[in-house]
């Protein structure tokens, strides 16, 4: 059984920073592309950023990039989001979630773990 579990989230001043961390398990998890989505309530989920399998090739939004950096841990099955330089439109509930890539778009699939709220605010 596919199972993500996000942790790290919390609430940061304007300016902050966090670095989340998804756990996997139940997969081969150095044979997927995954990315972090995130959601607000009362929209759908928005993607945020991409990596490889192999960690080589790494992805951004352009609300997030430069501010944020993503990583893998294949040894450990975990998944991380650094945040630099949050603002409060980051606010939001944060997955990490299997994802592929097709004619340069990135597409999230499988299961949902918990999320992990990051809420920025003074």
């Known amino acids: 059984e596919v199972r993500l579990v996000e942790s790290g989230g919390a609430l940061v001043q304007p300016g902050g920073s966090l670095r989340l961390s998804c756990a996997a398990s139940g997969f081969t998890f150095g044979n997927y592309n995954m990315s972090w989505v995130r959601q607000v309530p009362g929209k759908g989920p928005e993607w945020v950023s991409a990596?490889?399998?192999?960690?080589?090739?790494?992805y951004y939004a352009a609300a997030v990039k430069g501010r944020f950096t993503i990583t893998r841990d294949n040894a450990k099955n975990t998944l991380y989001l650094q945040m630099d330089d949050l603002k409060p439109e980051d606010t939001a509930v944060y997955y990490c979630?299997?994802?592929?890539?097709?004619?340069?778009?990135?597409?999230?699939?499988?299961?949902w773990g918990p999320g992990t709220q990051v809420t920025v605010s003074s």
């Open positions: 979630r299997l994802s592929l890539m097709s004619s340069g778009t990135w597409y999230d699939f499988g299961a």
């Open positions: 990596i490889k399998s192999d960690g080589e090739s790494t």
